[in-house]
């Protein structure tokens, strides 16, 4: 099995800065994309960021320019460093990884961590 576990929430304030990381863990070949989601209480899950296997990216127009989304794939892990943050970034915020494993590729998430920015 695959577990991805998320790390670096916390309360911060307007302005702020929070890093991320999630880490896989777990019997598989490699993996391909990584994301990163949010929650926030009463609406959808939303994408925030996404890194594929070359390392290109592509962020939510709310985070452009605000957000940074990595990688360390000698350590099966994604980061997203978040700068300037605003109150509106208050969320739950979920990784996923497409992971490949048994000749197929399954999406595997984390548990969340929360992350809430005062004003």
């Known amino acids: 099995q695959v577990q991805l576990v998320e790390s670096g929430g916390g309360l911060v304030h307007s302005g702020g800065s929070l890093r991320l990381s999630c880490v896989a863990s777990g019997s598989f070949a490699s993996i391909n994309h990584m994301y990163w989601y949010r929650q926030a209480p009463g609406k959808e899950r939303e994408l925030v960021a996404l890194?594929?296997?070359?390392?290109?990216?592509n962020y939510a127009d709310s985070v452009k320019g605000r957000f940074t989304i990595s990688r360390d794939n000698a350590k099966n892990t994604v980061y997203l460093q978040m700068n300037s943050l605003k109150p509106e970034d208050t969320a739950v915020y979920y990784c996923s990884m497409d992971v490949r494993r048994l000749g197929s590729v399954f999406r595997y998430w984390g548990r969340g961590t929360q992350v809430t920015v005062s004003s």
């Open positions: 890194i594929t296997g070359g390392n290109s990216t």
